[in-house]
């Protein structure tokens, strides 16, 4: 097996972004695909990476910019999974050596893990010339395993205020996009972590394994239905903090997308961090990102849910005392008021102190017997959907009469789409779409 190394002075150090979703990490990734020394990879663990193939490329660069438009991502001129196109199996779908177990199953491992570094390797050997970067969604508590494995790699870990990156899930929620799915998805697969046990205490977590990654999205996200908005904080903003008192201690670099949004001095601070490992030529000046002034929970039960969640990690098993938590914040010198009002937090904590009733649920008896068994009724019924839905799927796109649409379609829709190239070339027309909310 290849062994990488690198030094992080040299210009071939990869660089790893490691996000939570709805923090911008499209933008910071599509800001470094921009400049030609870079050869960028984008969420490398996605489910689409399992099931894509050469059909998906015509689909998505047919419908890409209304896509991305309903998920508030930044305006890209290609598909953000281009650069797979030439590392497809050549047998049957997805990216080679890719596994399905990466994304989450995989969540809180920092074991060694040959086939995750034969994927990682593959991916970063396939542009010399070019530096290598890959941005992630689900390895909020891994980057600790890549700058290990990687000796040398430059790991940055974005962040964004809890709040504003909540309601941006809800927000989504009401267009019919699951992201919460995903992080429902990430501490169910891993309850027994002693990270997450604590949440287990507390509100049931169900466990579903599937061949398919997006049909593990689809029942968690159906799941999440069944948890009050309250609870479904509780569980994000959890997620958040393990996450970020993780990163204080093997991130290179925690960025905030809000600091990189608003505060020039931040921007400066970062490409100065850039520039020390030879990275140049990469504007932020047109960060954008939302902040909201109303939230579907009100901002004193944010506040309650925050500080159970707080007492409650600070006492896991394990953990870093607040001190050497609150010396980290200062080290990595990040000044956004959410960031100041933990560390200040930390300093009023005397020692590691947890409280389960810090905050009580309306949904206490959530998991007395007869619940259970409705609870599983309804997950048995959402597993029939899922696969009844695949099966569907299956027939409608083996049938001949899909078959005769497509031969019949497929000029028709390479000329509309020749027609559109054309047409906005000699127009000049150009749209640009740089905020993320």
């Known amino acids: 097996m290849t062994t990488i190394s690198y030094s992080k002075t040299i210009s071939f150090a990869p660089l790893f972004i490691h996000a939570m979703f709805r923090t911008g990490s499209t933008y910071l990734w599509s800001k470094f695909r921009q400049n030609p020394d870079f050869h960028c990879f984008y969420e490398p663990m996605n489910e689409t990476i399992q099931t894509i193939d050469r059909k998906y490329y015509h689909i998505l660069n047919s419908h890409k910019q209304i896509i991305f438009e309903n998920l508030h991502h930044p305006h890209l001129k290609k598909n953000p999974f281009q650069e797979y196109k030439n590392l497809l199996n050549t047998y049957g779908p997805g990216v080679q050596f890719y596994k399905k177990s990466f994304a989450f199953d995989e969540f809180c491992s920092?074991?060694?893990?040959?086939?995750?570094?034969?994927?990682?390797?593959?991916?970063?050997?396939?542009?010399?010339?070019?530096?290598?970067?890959?941005?992630?969604?689900?390895?909020?508590?891994?980057?600790?395993?890549?700058?290990?494995?990687?000796?040398?790699?430059?790991?940055?870990?974005?962040?964004?205020?809890?709040?504003?990156?909540?309601?941006?899930?809800?927000?989504?929620?009401?267009?019919?996009?699951?992201?919460?799915g995903g992080d429902l998805l990430a501490i169910s697969k891993n309850k027994d972590d002693h990270r997450f046990q604590p949440i287990g205490e507390r509100l049931p977590l169900f466990h579903y394994d599937d061949d398919i990654l997006m049909k593990e999205i689809m029942f968690y996200t159906s799941v999440s239905k069944i948890y009050s908005n309250e609870e479904k904080y509780f569980l994000f903003y959890y997620l958040w903090m393990t996450a970020f008192f993780e990163n204080l201690f093997s991130a290179d670099y925690i960025l905030s997308i809000d600091e990189l949004s608003n505060d020039q001095e931040a921007r400066d601070r970062f490409q100065a961090y850039l520039a020390s490992h030879g990275i140049r030529g990469v504007s932020f000046n047109d960060a954008r990102i939302k902040n909201y002034t109303q939230f579907l929970i009100p901002v004193s039960v944010m506040e309650e849910i925050e500080n159970a969640v707080?007492?409650?990690?600070?006492?896991?098993?394990?953990?870093?005392?607040?001190?050497d938590i609150r010396e980290a914040i200062l080290r990595h010198g990040n000044t956004a008021a959410y960031i100041n009002n933990i560390s200040m937090a930390l300093s009023k904590t005397s020692g590691t102190i947890a409280t389960m009733n810090a905050f009580n649920f309306t949904t206490a008896g959530f998991i007395d017997k007869p619940q259970k068994a409705i609870i599983s009724d309804i997950i048995q019924s959402m597993t029939n959907t899922i696969y009844q839905t695949e099966i569907q799927k299956r027939s409608l796109l083996t049938s001949y009469s899909y078959r005769l649409g497509q031969l019949i379609l497929s000029p028709l829709m390479f000329l509309n789409c020749l027609y559109k190239r054309l047409f906005s070339t000699q127009s000049g027309q150009t749209h640009q779409y740089i905020s993320n909310r």
């Open 310 to 323: 707080f007492q409650i990690i600070i006492g896991v098993a394990g953990q870093r005392s607040p001190s």
């Open 110 to 180: 920092s074991e060694e893990n040959p086939d995750l570094k034969r994927y990682i390797d593959f991916l970063l050997l396939q542009k010399k010339g070019q530096r290598t970067l890959l941005q992630f969604n689900s390895t909020a508590l891994r980057s600790r395993w890549f700058a290990e494995t990687y000796p040398g790699s430059i790991n940055i870990y974005l962040i964004r205020n809890p709040r504003d990156q909540w309601e941006s899930y809800m927000d989504l929620a009401s267009n019919n996009f699951g992201i919460f």
